[in-house]
């Protein structure tokens, strides 16, 4: 924050000034008292801010993912989502959100896909405008990233995407235009070079970021990114985290020498005084957000996002929504219904101060009204998982969790502590100065007889003991992946003990702390068990015969965090372990199957032919157990329509597959839905609980852009919403062109018969293209088509836009 406006950093020493740019700590920029220039925290978490320490203790209410808050197509109710994870900012004394992420779903296999909003640059933008508008509105920053052309996760550090200069103006730079000209106040710059330029030294930061668009924020880098003082002498202004040795002295030398002008600097430091006056207020001091109307939020969001993508009739009408108190019994299943993935993997991760598992959502919705039975039949997971506050007690507390000790060169105490998880992340923490090692001790009480796995992973030199016996003496060392990838799959080693319900075992961890010289390093304890378990042939025989049994069976299935990450890219689209066959086996006896699907990003459905319905949650956030029960039950419709396309079958993985340290972007312009059509479910399309008509639609051509005028009908018998959709193609052109393209949509909704009008406004720029030889965009004379429907490819009226003279 600022205390005294009246005195610039100009004033200050080079040394001091040059200080300011590069962080005070991994997640706080520097601060200086002389000019009361306080620190500003930067925090993570486009689902949530998770504060500037990973500690499962700091929650925050936990939205769903972006590419379910672009399901939704609905910028107002992702701008409500925006001002309440602004408020969560406020509350935990954060000043900078690290979001929204407006890199594009270029390929299903991108491990960040679920953290993106879409493969269409419009939609992406439109939507990530809407978020940055309700986090600014609490006098919070965003931070769009990552700028740009960061898309997939293999080699990021390092990788050049080649790119040609009008696709990367169309779909790579167009949603990063759109959220600057929405007034975002920060910007991230990418780790990956740019036609051989890496991000943080291109002069993409200059221009168009800051000459054509206008931007007057601040640019962050990627944590470790500015690798030299070259980046200095570009539009980067601050580099992250701090201090770096790379702006710190040899910085100063530039500066002094005339290789990188004081002007520069005097310009970055200009631009961080503005962010800290924009948003460095203190944390609120009104009681933090309604944390009761945030979650009724968030539970609406993912209705608003879940997308229905199969709703088959069964006993005279579709199987869903199952009406109120309907199913005398349903049939929970899979491994996702009592541990469903909250969140993809990565930075980010938040903490949610509650979650609903699909178990509980759909049980107290139900009541005593329907019987409901549950069984994982399959596990996702081969060996142990991370202890929860359900495993395991704190010896000292009696608490759910673990006790954490920290301790010095000679073995006394620094300070001790609850913690809430079996996964224990430090990452540039200050607070393990002077600290040697770290023990964690938990009681676990065993409740099955059989064989217990207990295990302990991480990177560095562990202890286990069990009972005071010592079982695993190891030393972990990182496999040379990225470090993200590390940390959702770190090395481990486990113990397998034989034991009877009943035992208390004690179970301690001493890990030797390494104080890691790179900043991306973390220092990890990874304490996990894996409990006795039916073999997998009974597991699923036991689900079978409840799914028979049952009037309905809802199998839930999804990924997992191993898959789903930042740090990696995945391997395959497949579902893992043996959830095909449990739909295949559950679908077999029971005709009114409903499969959730519980992903962040597309996954292959070889069964979807064998299912009554197909409904895609997400990664959904805090509330998905409540809005799963108001989807299934009716009380709310699924209102999601598909942010990008579902392949039937997996596509090859060269566009995430670097050569010789090069991406090449050669599919150019034609990136999902503007390829054509595909197999699968395309962009844009998703069922409802009503069915719908065009009844009219007429194009008002205007000097800029055009004006859809239409009128449509609900045909069914029930209330609902529908998005429908406008898409533009040339079918004959100078040009190299997609097939089609959106140019814009609307949202409407209707009771039974009724008809209702709207409009959507198709802005120039969806038709123009980027002329490269002027430099400009222009419009290319002659007549445009225009497509409009309920999804792409599949148009229910085409109108023509004429040129212009």
């Known amino acids: 924050m600022i205390e005294r406006a009246d005195v610039v950093p100009a004033a200050l020493p080079l040394p001091a000034q040059v200080r300011l740019l590069s962080g005070g700590s991994f997640f706080r920029t520097a601060a200086e008292p002389a000019i009361g220039l306080g620190e500003l925290v930067l925090s993570d978490g486009p689902v949530g801010p998770r504060g500037p320490y990973w500690d499962e203790r700091s929650t925050t209410v936990l939205a769903p993912s972006p590419s379910a808050l672009a399901a939704t197509w609905d910028p107002a109710l992702v701008e409500r989502v925006g001002r309440a994870l602004g408020r969560e900012c406020r509350r935990m004394g954060v000043h900078v959100l690290l979001a929204p992420t407006v890199n594009l779903h270029r390929s299903p296999y991108g491990g960040r896909h679920f953290e993106c909003f879409s493969e269409d640059p419009l939609l992406t933008g439109v939507v990530a405008a809407a978020y940055v508008r309700g986090v600014q509105s609490q006098g919070v920053a965003a931070c769009v990233k990552h700028y740009v052309a960061n898309d997939s996760e293999t080699d990021r550090f390092t990788v050049d995407v080649r790119v040609d200069e009008r696709t990367l103006r169309e779909l790579y730079l167009a949603p990063f235009e759109a959220v600057v000209r929405a007034g975002v106040w920060a910007v991230m710059s990418a780790y990956n070079a740019v036609n051989g330029v890496t991000m943080t030294e291109h002069p993409l930061l200059d221009a168009p970021l800051r000459t054509e668009w206008g931007f007057d924020g601040l640019v962050v880098s990627d944590w470790t990114a500015v690798r030299s003082v070259r980046a200095a002498a570009v539009g980067q202004d601050l580099a992250m985290p701090g201090p770096s040795a790379v702006w710190g002295a040899p910085l100063v030398e530039a500066v002094r020498s005339g290789a990188v002008p004081a002007a520069r600097i005097a310009e970055k430091l200009e631009r961080l005084v503005r962010l800290a006056g924009r948003a460095g207020r203190p944390p609120s001091a009104e009681g933090g957000p309604d944390r009761e109307a945030a979650r009724a939020l968030m539970r609406a969001a993912l209705a608003r996002g879940m997308v229905l993508l199969r709703n088959e009739e069964r006993g005279g009408g579709p199987v869903l929504p199952l009406e109120h108190r309907a199913p005398a019994s349903v049939a929970l299943l899979g491994a996702n219904v009592a541990h469903p993935r909250w969140q993809g993997g990565g930075s980010a991760g938040s903490y949610p101060e509650r979650t609903v598992s699909p178990e509980s959502g759909l049980r107290a919705a139900l009541g005593s009204g329907a019987e409901v039975v549950t069984a994982a039949g399959c596990f996702l997971e081969d060996g142990p998982v991370p202890l929860t506050p359900a495993d395991a007690r704190d010896p000292v507390t009696g608490e759910g969790g673990v006790r954490v000790r920290y301790l010095d060169a000679a073995g006394q105490e620094l300070r001790c502590e609850h913690r809430l998880a079996g996964k224990l992340l430090w990452l540039g923490d200050e607070r393990l100065a002077g600290v040697a090692a770290i023990e964690v001790r938990a009681l676990l009480d065993v409740d099955t007889t059989g064989d217990w796995e207990i295990a302990v992973g991480g990177f560095g030199h562990y202890v286990l003991a069990l009972d005071g016996v010592p079982v695993v003496d190891a030393t972990f060392a990182a496999d040379g992946a990225d470090p993200a990838a590390g940390l959702a799959a770190p090395p481990a080693r486990g113990h397998c003990r034989p034991s009877v319900a009943g035992e208390c075992v004690d179970v301690v961890v001493r890990y030797d702390v390494r104080h890691p010289q790179d900043p991306l390093d973390a220092e990890l304890v990874w304490l996990a068990v894996r409990r006795p378990r039916r073999s997998a042939a009974d597991e699923l025989a036991h689900a079978v015969a409840l799914a028979a049994r049952a009037s309905v069976a809802v199998v839930v299935v999804g990924t997992t965090e191993r898959i789903e990450s930042e740090g990696s890219d995945r391997a395959t689209l497949a579902l893992p372990g043996d959830q095909d066959a449990l739909v295949r086996a559950v679908a077999a006896v029971n005709p009114r199957t409903v499969v959730v699907v519980n992903a962040g990003a597309p996954?292959?459905?070889?069964?979807?032919?064998?299912?009554?319905?197909?409904?895609?949650?997400?990664?959904?956030?805090?509330?998905?157990?409540?809005?799963?029960?108001?989807?299934?039950?009716?009380?709310?419709?699924?209102?999601?329509?598909?942010?990008?396309?579902?392949?039937?079958?997996?596509?090859?993985?060269?566009?995430?597959?670097?050569?010789d340290g090069v991406l090449d972007y050669r599919e150019g312009l034609r990136v999902g839905h503007r390829a054509g059509p595909a197999p699968g479910y395309p962009f844009g399309f998703g069922l409802g609980y009503t069915t719908w008509s065009l009844v009219a639609a007429v194009a008002e051509p205007g000097p800029h852009g055009c004006t859809v005028r239409l009128r449509l009908r609900n045909t069914g018998a029930r209330a609902g919403r529908q998005v429908v959709q406008a898409y533009l193609r040339r079918p004959e052109s100078g040009l190299d062109r997609p097939v089609r393209w959106l140019a814009g949509f609307a949202a409407v909704e209707a009771g039974p018969g009724a008809e209702v009008d709207t409009r959507i406004d198709v802005a120039e720029r969806a038709f123009q293209h980027w002329d490269v030889a002027a430099g400009t965009w222009r419009r290319e004379p002659g007549e445009f088509v225009l497509e409009l429907g309920f999804c792409s490819g599949d148009p229910l009226a085409e109108l023509s836009v004429p040129g212009r003279g």
Not at 646 to 655: E, G, K, L, S
């Open 603 to 659: 996954v292959l459905l070889p069964w979807a032919a064998d299912v009554a319905a197909i409904l895609l949650c997400w990664f959904p956030g805090q509330e998905f157990g409540g809005a799963l029960a108001d989807v299934l039950l009716g009380l709310a419709e699924p209102g999601g329509r598909l942010p990008t396309h579902w392949p039937a079958a997996a596509p090859d993985r060269t566009a995430v597959e670097p050569v």
